[in-house]
């Protein structure tokens, strides 16, 4: 399966985050690469949608939905920071 | 904003089809009626919710093809293993209802308070988000200069192919699988060598936007990147060859 980027799940963490996170930076916990969310890998059809960093292929976030609740696991993340709007 | 929208929350709601218009023999655009829609900046997204007879969900993100200020647009390409894109390329018809929620992203945008000068890079439906963003500049009245370079398969493939001749733009088709006779244009995927010849001078501290399939942007970003373009100044969007 061939993996998009981080803007295309911009709909799925706005609804998590409540604010829009594509433009947000955020550093990988395994190699410290840091960048821009929408330039981070991600696979859509997981189950679950799974976020993985460019540098050092570490995931970096996973979604999961359960029976209409979103199950969010960013521990691969050492900081996540959304730019002032 | 709507009285009942919650702040900060992305709430469906439902648009009803305006038209839907034939761009090549798999790609359509259509024009969207949804009455508490916001503002939408050149390059955001929207999600579309298809939900079958026994409930059963299915999403996905669409690039907006219309600039801020023009009727909502979205411009699809049917993949033939997707689950919603078929469903919009060939059933959906002015009139009917579809589930929207929007508008998404704040990385893949341009306004014309960014600047320039542009080069926008698309790779086959890649174009739809930079054709918001021409819109946006002719809209604006901006002066930025703009190049586009614009990978399809085929002449037949190319979406939006007459309304881009029209704008204040140097517009280059590179034509990958096959070549009207005559065709005096590129004629491969795009390269460095193409990329030396088109793109900007890194010089002028250029603005990109690159869309398209992963290996494209790939290639593109890259190659932009050795031709001496700030990476913060190549802004990426890949889809994937499989969209849905």
Redesign the interface.
């Known amino acids: 399966?061939?993996?998009?980027?981080?803007?295309?799940?911009?709909?799925l963490l706005?609804?998590v985050f409540?604010?829009?996170m594509?433009?947000a930076v955020g550093t990988c916990a395994s190699c410290g690469a840091t960048g821009?969310?929408?330039?981070f890998v991600v696979y859509?059809r997981g189950p679950g949608t799974v976020v993985r960093c460019r540098s050092c292929t570490a995931v970096l976030m996973v979604f999961t939905e359960v029976r209409g609740i979103t199950c969010v696991d960013l521990t691969g993340l050492a900081n996540l920071t959304s730019?002032s709007? | 904003m709507a009285g009942t929208a919650v702040r900060g929350r992305l709430n469906w709601q439902l648009a009803n089809v305006g038209s839907v218009t034939d761009e090549t023999a798999r790609v359509r655009t259509i024009t969207l009626d949804a009455p508490d829609w916001p503002e939408h900046r050149a390059g955001q997204h929207l999600d579309v919710r298809l939900t079958a007879d026994d409930g059963y969900r299915a999403e996905r993100s669409y690039s907006i093809a219309s600039a801020p200020g023009e009727p909502l647009a979205i411009t699809v390409e049917r993949l033939d293993d997707g689950e919603v894109s078929p469903y919009l390329a060939d059933e959906l018809m002015a009139g009917d209802e579809l589930e929207l929620r929007g508008p998404i992203g704040g990385y893949f945008v341009w306004s014309a308070a960014d600047g320039g000068p542009l080069l926008l890079m698309a790779g086959g439906s890649g174009i739809v988000p930079l054709r918001a963003m021409l819109r946006e500049r002719q809209r604006s009245g901006s002066t930025v200069p703009a190049r586009l370079l614009y990978s399809s398969r085929s002449w037949d493939d190319v979406i939006y192919r007459a309304e881009l001749s029209g704008y204040d733009a140097t517009v280059v088709h590179t034509l990958t699988r096959a070549q009207p006779a005559g065709w005096t244009g590129y004629a491969r995927r795009v390269d460095e060598r193409m990329l030396a010849e088109v793109a900007w001078p890194a010089s002028e501290a250029a603005l990109a936007y690159v869309c398209g399939p992963t290996s494209f942007v790939e290639a593109v970003a890259t190659g932009l990147v050795r031709l001496g373009y700030p990476p913060e100044r190549v802004k990426t969007e890949r889809f994937g060859a499989t969209g849905g």
């Open positions: 399966m061939e993996p998009v980027d981080g803007n295309a799940i911009g709909g706005l609804s409540g604010a829009e594509t433009a821009p969310v929408a330039e859509l730019p709007t």
